[in-house]
């Protein structure tokens, strides 16, 4: 959004990412800025200097900054994409925060003997017990979404269920 707004302000972009490049001094991503500027300064665009970064700026986000380029609507696909990636985060931040209360209301499910969890291969603790309580035991070749189960344990538990969005929650 820093960039958008000195894009707005009428800067160019070699100028824009030169200032960016100041205030982000010492910041971890500032080495990341400074290629970038050092490429646009030499000629490159700002699309095709993101793109030397591919794990940091994906296919997708350079082609649709280039589209703004070519389209001369930098500066607004920039804030777009800036509000796009922090709601994006803010799912990723709730999935996380729900999934956590997820698994510690699980586990006290299990602390109170309401529920039983298992993994494939620890079977073998079901056979060790000596009274161990009536259990279902289902193996299929296609289990259910990973989603899915959260959802129903949310349910079944009483906690919130976790937002829809990236699975990379952990």
Do not use: C
């Amino acid at each position: 959004s820093q960039l958008a707004s000195l894009l707005k302000a009428g800067l160019s972009v070699s100028s824009a990412l030169k200032g960016l490049q100041e205030q982000q001094e010492g910041a971890p991503l500032a080495g990341v800025i400074e290629h970038i500027s050092r490429a646009v300064s030499e000629s490159l665009t700002l699309s095709e200097s993101m793109a030397r970064f591919p794990r940091l700026f994906p296919r997708t986000y350079t082609s649709v900054v280039r589209a703004g380029e070519e389209g001369g609507m930098l500066a607004e696909v920039l804030g777009r994409l800036s509000a796009s990636l922090k709601a994006e985060i803010e799912v990723r931040a709730q999935r996380r925060d729900a999934l956590g209360v997820l698994r510690r209301e699980a586990l006290r499910a299990v602390d109170r003997g309401e529920l039983l969890l298992l993994d494939v291969g620890h079977d073998a603790h079901l056979l060790a017990l000596e009274a161990p309580a009536p259990v279902y035991v289902g193996v299929d070749d296609a289990p259910a979404p990973l989603d899915e189960v959260n959802l129903w344990l949310a349910r079944e538990l009483g906690v919130a269920e976790p937002p829809d969005g990236p699975a990379d929650a952990r």
